[in-house]
């Protein structure tokens, strides 16, 4: 009997062609649409977790409540025992100074008159013990020109900057800064690589070199403005990150200059902004059980009014009506499998696409603000894009089916077969 | 010939709720068909001859009564059993012939026979030995869509006939088919009766029909008012 219901099925393009067009199409939507928002929100909370917040964040109490001001005299002291501290208490985290800075750097001409000047934003990263630093910075796969500083006195520009300078590779730059003590610093670096980030409010203005180095230069030895921490395993886990926020701020005492934890969600709105994205997620799924639902319902209920002549024979020529109750929720169950199949195929498609070669955005975001979002953004595949188009795929029909099979069960079979003859 | 019982009807009563009060379709009705008979249910639309066929036929049952074949009383039959009864022993024939329009003439006689869980050998080769009765080989792979009504009528007949019913029962089956065809299938059907022994039950209003008919039972409002069963030798013509 089921060899015989394929038949009908490959046959009858209303019942397999196009309930599973709808069923692809809708979960390759649902897929695509999962990858991309994974990678293009996701992708900018991990670039703002990266270059800005970190999973968790130790900076002083007075930095914290002047919004994250980066001036020296608020920056920590002692770095190395409180990073040390942080790595024995919380194993699960790899901890970071860094130092941000502004200032300006001055390009010289020969005579020593000022040939170009600008602003920078100045990092000061751990550049040459850990490649962590390098990566949470993408500075290898940003390189542009030349490579990476190697010893004391290198530094990297952004590409933006270095053409706005006019400053080449290997020519020597002084940043103009204050020290901790409002004392004025001079320090004269070389130009060893360019890099770019491909966000905005990076690539404009910034200076990167090792830590230890710019310490030096702004007269401060042990100091840094902050130390960030990262979750070794699977990124951000919030619930930890609070957990050990609060852990730590118990025993810290609270003046102006003792260090201070926040998370992430503290940051930059970011909590909304997660909790959005949770939702966002959450919405898109319903909208597309809803939406799919809705309309395999439909095609399920006409497709229930086409097949009342052959429910109808069937149940004269004595099938149980059990037995056509399930052959129709077997229907929909193959089809749900292989439209889900292949919609979750063709939807991997495009979001491999834009994982791989991503979204030029910066026609479409115009004045972002402080958030790092990357100019080419990146759909990214995860792995619940493989299961996610089951929900609306497999179940909204069979639910449909389930619903609207119910007609055959309920009404009686001479009703069936009288409603034929009016057919 | 052998006077056998093959279905009964003792006092049945099918109420239908209409309007806020009960309508008999049928109202105490009894009768006895016996193995072998070509008979009909006649009388004027709205009589119940279509709604007594449908409770012969295990599709419907009775507000009161007992319909019973082969012994068994089908209404006290669990839907599963009535539905295995009408698997094994009954057969209908539509008036709008109800063939499956995606399957080929074959699939569609061969249905019954799949549902009997049959080899597919066993089911070949008696599709073929239907199909030749109803002289249809060569339409085995056509479409519905591509025969003419007493075609497909045929098809149906040999649907119904394929897997060898205790009874076979035809609403109004020359309804939809022109003089000449309703002639011929009439004539096959009463071939099957004779050669094979079938036994049918049918409705109609239809004077071609009644002519071939061997029994004719009226009914006028849901109660048998003629049965007139034809003497011996007027049965063959
Ligand atoms: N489901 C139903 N609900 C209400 N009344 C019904 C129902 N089915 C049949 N009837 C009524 O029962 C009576 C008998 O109907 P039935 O279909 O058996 O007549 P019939 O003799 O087959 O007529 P026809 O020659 O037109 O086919 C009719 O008056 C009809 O209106
Ligand atoms: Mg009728």
């Keep these: ?423 | 010939m052998r006077q056998e019982p093959l279905l009964q009807a003792k006092e049945v009563d099918k109420i239908y709720p209409v309007g806020g009060h009960d309508f008999y379709a049928l109202k105490n009705l009894s009768f006895t068909l016996n193995r072998g008979e070509f008979a009909g249910l006649i009388g004027p639309s709205g009589s119940g001859k279509t709604t007594l066929l449908n409770l012969l036929g295990a599709l419907d049952t009775p507000n009161r009564g007992t319909i019973e074949l082969l012994g068994e009383k089908l209404s006290h039959l669990s839907a599963n059993k009535q539905a295995l009864f009408r698997r094994l022993h009954i057969s209908f024939i539509f008036q709008t012939y109800n063939l499956l329009p995606l399957y080929s003439v074959f699939e569609n006689v061969e249905l019954p026979l799949i549902l009997l869980k049959l080899e597919p050998k066993e089911r070949k080769k008696r599709v073929h030995e239907a199909l030749e009765w109803l002289s249809l080989m060569d339409k085995a792979q056509a479409k519905p869509s591509q025969l003419s009504g007493g075609q497909a009528q045929r098809v149906a007949i040999a649907r119904a006939m394929v897997k060898n019913p205790e009874i076979i029962l035809a609403d109004e089956p020359t309804a939809n088919l022109d003089s000449e065809a309703s002639h011929g299938i009439l004539k096959t059907l009463r071939q099957i009766n004779e050669e094979k022994g079938a036994t049918f039950l049918f409705s109609t209003h239809d004077d071609k029909v009644i002519g071939y008919l061997k029994r004719k039972i009226t009914l006028t409002d849901g109660q048998i008012v003629h049965d007139l069963s034809l003497p011996e030798p007027l049965k063959k013509r």
């Design chain 1, 1 to 423: 009997m089921i060899r015989f219901l394929l038949k009908g099925l490959l046959r009858d393009r209303h019942r397999s062609l196009f309930p599973l067009l709808v069923i692809s199409l809708g979960v390759a939507l649902l897929v695509l649409f999962q990858a991309w928002l994974q990678g293009a929100l996701y992708g900018t909370l991990s670039n703002q977790a990266h270059f800005r917040t970190g999973h968790v964040k130790l900076l002083t109490r007075g930095a914290w409540a002047e919004n994250q001001s980066s001036s020296l005299d608020l920056a920590l002291s002692q770095v190395e025992t409180l990073k040390n501290e942080l790595a024995t208490s919380y194993p699960d985290l790899n901890f970071f100074p860094r130092l941000r800075f502004g200032g300006l750097l001055d390009v010289p001409d020969a005579k020593g008159e000022t040939r170009s000047q600008s602003p920078i934003l100045g990092f000061g990263l751990e550049l040459f013990n850990h490649k962590q630093e390098i990566q949470a910075f993408h500075l290898q796969e940003g390189l542009a020109q030349g490579r990476l500083p190697q010893g004391p006195g290198e530094i990297l520009l952004t590409l933006d900057l270095a053409e706005k300078l006019q400053l080449t590779l290997g020519e020597k730059a002084t940043l103009i800064s204050n020290d901790p003590n409002g004392g004025m610093v001079i320090h004269n670096f070389t130009l060893v690589g360019m890099v770019r980030f491909g966000i905005k409010p990076l690539d404009r203005a910034s200076l990167i070199g090792d830590l230890k180095d710019l310490q030096r230069a702004l007269g401060m030895r042990k100091g840094a403005t902050e130390i960030v921490g990262f979750f070794k395993e699977k990124g951000l886990n919030r619930p930890r990150a609070l957990e050990i926020k609060r852990h730590f701020n118990q025993n810290h005492p609270l003046s102006e200059l003792s260090p201070q934890m926040i998370t992430l969600s503290d940051q930059d709105g970011l909590d909304t902004y997660l909790d959005q994205i949770e939702s966002w997620m959450s919405w898109i799924l319903i909208f597309f059980i809803g939406l799919l639902g809705f309309i395999l319902w439909n095609l399920g209920l006409i497709n229930g009014l086409r097949r009342y002549r052959e429910m109808g024979l069937r149940l004269a020529l004595g099938e149980e009506k059990k037995q056509i109750y399930q052959s129709l929720l077997l229907e929909a169950l193959v089809l749900g499998l292989v439209g889900t199949f292949l919609g979750t195929s063709i939807g991997l498609l495009p979001a491999y696409y834009l994982q791989e070669v991503g979204l030029d955005t910066t026609k479409i975001l115009t004045g972002n603000q402080n958030f790092m979002i990357q100019n080419q953004v990146h759909a990214k595949i995860i792995f619940s894009n493989l299961w996610v188009g089951f929900f609306p795929g497999l179940f909204a029909p069979f639910l449909g089916t389930l619903i609207s099979g119910l007609g055959v069960f309920r009404k009686n079979t001479a009703q069936i077969l009288n409603q034929l003859e009016s057919i």
